[in-house]
């Protein structure tokens, strides 16, 4: 559930941090080791690993630091221009990085790189350059990706006669016959609004192509209004029209269950959401899961601009370094290990799928072997990888780019409001 935890998370990061520029503080402390600050949950187990392999040649030391995960955007914020500022720090690349390269605080990697081309050449360019700002690189994949696909339950379909929909007029096709059976075509979390961004992402790069989020992003308001635009707008109201989400999605969320569970039950056909569905499946509904869970790409929308290949979602985490650590070196060490076989195959053996070049000779370690060889061939096939609005917008921008998406869908904007709201969010 790293998206929904990305999301609380983010809204922690205020302009205070824009504004703390090169005040004192920042880098490492002095007590000769290098910090590793990191966001606490299961992942950790393999973080611990990589420090202690990692100390077993080095001679500067390596030290883990751990903060909660419900704490950890807050806490990195009150520290990082502080002599308590960690050497190397998770996170989520994009949007949340952003301030702290605008204050100066952040070190490039590319001198890392240059020294090193493993640093950027063992990873899929796609999710590497998530972590790109202002054409510098500053962070390095350290978990694993998490793309958006549309899940659905095998005996519902089944029952309509509907099959996993290659193309946007199946879809609605889809739709039309889940209807008739009496059920939810497709369940979604409106509740917590994050969920029915995703439909806007994946219709806006159909239709348009990753060209116009991009240039939104970097101050061109004009894209939003555009034709590509509005025909995005268009085809996501036909949908909900269409009765796709039913009538009470707004009073469903994700985040407790209730959306998942619809699906489960067979109360719902599909439903959008990020490749940490299938652990969340897993965990909640275990025979259905084992059984009846399927899963497939978002559907191609014919004469559209995008490559069907192309997904959304969250590229994967990063670590990024501060400016001022007093050991470059050994944090260019550390971060080497960052595409190595064993990196690699512990993050497997967790559930986590790493973005390395090396990862699919072991991808018959992982917990769900099949699976994750869906999700790496379909990441690393795909022309564009694009990172959540809401994320690779300013931390500023969450609320008012989720309020304007759940607004739009249940009818108090319409197409021109829409526009207008993403009109005046902030500039990258």
């Known amino acids: 559930m790293a998206r929904v935890l990305a999301c609380a998370a983010t809204l922690a990061l205020t302009a205070t941090v824009a504004a703390c520029g090169n005040g004192g503080g920042g880098g490492s402390s002095n007590d000769g080791r290098i910090h590793v600050l990191v966001y606490g949950d299961a992942s950790n187990k393999v973080e611990k690993q990589i420090v202690d392999t990692f100390n077993k040649t080095s001679d500067v030391k390596a030290v883990l630091d751990?903060?909660?995960?419900?704490d950890y955007q807050q806490k990195l914020q009150t520290i990082i221009n502080t002599p308590q500022a960690p050497d190397i720090f998770f996170n989520w690349g994009g949007g949340s990085i952003q301030p702290f390269v605008k204050a100066d605080l952040l070190m490039p990697l590319d001198d890392f790189v240059k020294q090193d081309p493993g640093l950027k050449d063992k990873f899929l360019p796609s999710v590497f350059n998530s972590a790109v700002v202002d054409g510098k690189a500053y962070g390095i994949p350290m978990r694993g990706t998490q793309p958006v696909l549309l899940f659905h339950n095998k005996d519902v379909l089944d029952k309509a006669g509907v099959q996993p929909p290659k193309t946007w007029d199946e879809l609605l096709t889809a739709v039309r016959k889940l209807k008739a059976e009496g059920v939810t075509p497709i369940a979604l979390g409106g509740g917590d609004q994050w969920p029915t961004l995703m439909w806007f992402e994946y219709v806006y790069d159909r239709v348009a192509g990753p060209g116009l989020f991009e240039k939104a992003l970097g101050g061109d308001k004009d894209a939003w209004a555009s034709a590509d635009s509005k025909k995005a707008l268009g085809m996501l109201k036909d949908l909900v029209d269409a009765g796709a989400f039913g009538t009470n999605y707004d009073s469903v969320k994700y985040t407790n269950g209730a959306s998942p569970a619809l699906v489960a039950s067979g109360k719902a056909g599909?439903?959008?959401m990020g490749s940490w569905y299938y652990a969340q499946q897993q965990q909640d509904a275990k025979d259905f899961a084992a059984k009846g869970l399927g899963y497939s790409t978002f559907p191609a929308i014919p004469g559209g601009k995008g490559d069907p290949g192309n997904v959304v979602g969250n590229t994967n985490n990063f670590y990024s370094v501060l400016k001022k650590t007093k050991h470059p070196e050994a944090v260019a060490a550390f971060l080497k290990l960052m595409y190595s076989d064993e990196f690699v195959k512990a993050q497997l053996a967790i559930g986590n799928l790493p973005t390395t070049t090396n990862t699919p000779q072991f991808l018959g370690t992982s917990a769900s072997p099949e699976y994750s060889r869906f999700q790496y061939d379909l990441v690393a096939k795909a022309k564009s990888f694009?990172?959540?609005?809401?994320?690779?917008?300013?931390p500023s921008a969450m609320t008012p780019i989720h309020?304007?998406?759940?607004?739009?869908?249940?009818?108090?904007l319409d197409a021109d409001?829409?526009?207008k709201a993403m009109q005046a969010l902030p500039a990258e």
Do not use: K, R
């Open 403 to 412: 309020q304007a998406v759940q607004q739009f869908f249940n009818g108090q």
């Open 66 to 70: 751990t903060i909660p995960g419900a």
């Open 417 to 419: 409001g829409f526009v």
């Open 386 to 394: 694009q990172l959540s609005w809401d994320q690779a917008y300013p």
């Open 270 to 272: 599909f439903e959008l």
